[in-house]
């Protein structure tokens, strides 16, 4: 037993000093497919309409995404690519919106209109029970009937018979 408590600190050296290792070798992958997706995601094709970079096969969308690939082994961050992108072509290549300015409209219209709506139905739904709160109960008392009439239709009543 006491010869497995001596191996468990020798174990764990040697994991540390693997670790070590490893953290100043780097990463030769880097940037991989993935952390270049991450940001392809974000932008469209520049030649096809409305298909997002990361899925698109024109040579457009692979020199893009090689681009991509380079700016991130330069050190890049993806804040900075993604502003890179726009700068070169313009806000219609970003997948999203930036929620600044004019565009914050699409993001805050939604949000408007639904309130609106919620308040108009709340409004509309109070004049209905009010207006039947109002309203006269369904048992309503006819006038009464003038003597004559009931006179006549008594007589014409007995003519029938």
Partial sequence: MRR???????????????????????????PSDDDVNVIAKQLYCPVCPNTPLDVCETQACQDWRDEIRGQLAAGWTEAQILNYFVEQYG???LAEPRRQGFTSL??????????????????????????????????????????????KIEEEVEDMW
């Avoid at 174990?11 to 953290?23: D, G, K, P, S, Y």
């Avoid at 108009?120 to 739904?125: A, D, K």
């Fill in 4 to 30: 497995w408590l001596f191996l468990i600190p020798l174990l764990l050296a040697l994991l540390a000093m693997t670790a070590i290792v490893q953290a100043q070798e780097g990463n030769p992958d880097f």
């Fill in 91 to 93: 806000e219609r290549v």
């Fill in 106 to 151: 699409v993001w805050l219209l939604p949000v408007i209109l639904t309130l609106l709506g919620l308040y108009v139905l709340t409004r509309i739904l109070k004049s209905w029970k009010i207006a039947q709160a109002r309203a006269p109960a369904f048992e309503v008392e006819s006038p009464p009937i003038p003597p004559e009439t009931l006179a």
